[in-house]
């Protein structure tokens, strides 16, 4: 399994990013893929995941109606579209993978069984 995430970078507030994830070795319908993101200085948390399966997501109520999370099966990519971003996005954003947690526990808890590397968002005022 692996995960290649991508599209970082530096934004002004209110504008916009799409951070790609890159995954090989697995199959994308038979697994939960998430992004989650790490500010300095504070914990690890869920951005929003998907199921592989049937498309179900979830997402932080800090990113709900900003963010969009998309897989296109034939690139073998997982998306995450960023808009309205604000200054509290600035962070580094992982992907992630799992092919045993439902979207719930891995959101709410953070249990994945594979990461990718991370990306760093900025996003400046």
């Known amino acids: 399994v692996q995960l290649q995430a991508s599209g970082g970078g530096l934004a002004q507030a209110g504008g916009s990013l799409r951070l790609s994830c890159a995954a090989s070795g697995f199959p994308l319908n038979e697994y939960i893929i998430g992004w989650f993101r790490q500010a300095p200085g504070k914990e690890r948390e869920g951005v929003s995941v998907?199921?592989?399966?049937?498309?179900?997501?979830l997402y932080a109520d800090s990113v709900s109606g900003r963010f969009t999370i998309s897989i296109d099966y034939d690139k073998k990519m997982v998306y995450l579209q960023m808009d309205s971003l604000k200054p509290e996005d600035t962070a580094v954003y992982y992907c992630?993978?799992?092919?045993?947690?439902?979207?719930?526990?891995?959101?709410?808890?953070?249990?994945?069984?594979?990461w990718g590397q991370g990306t760093l968002v900025t996003v400046s005022s």
């Open positions: 998907v199921d592989g399966f049937d498309g179900r997501a």
């Open positions: 992630a993978a799992s092919p045993r947690y439902t979207i719930w526990t891995m959101m709410k808890t953070g249990r994945v069984d594979y």
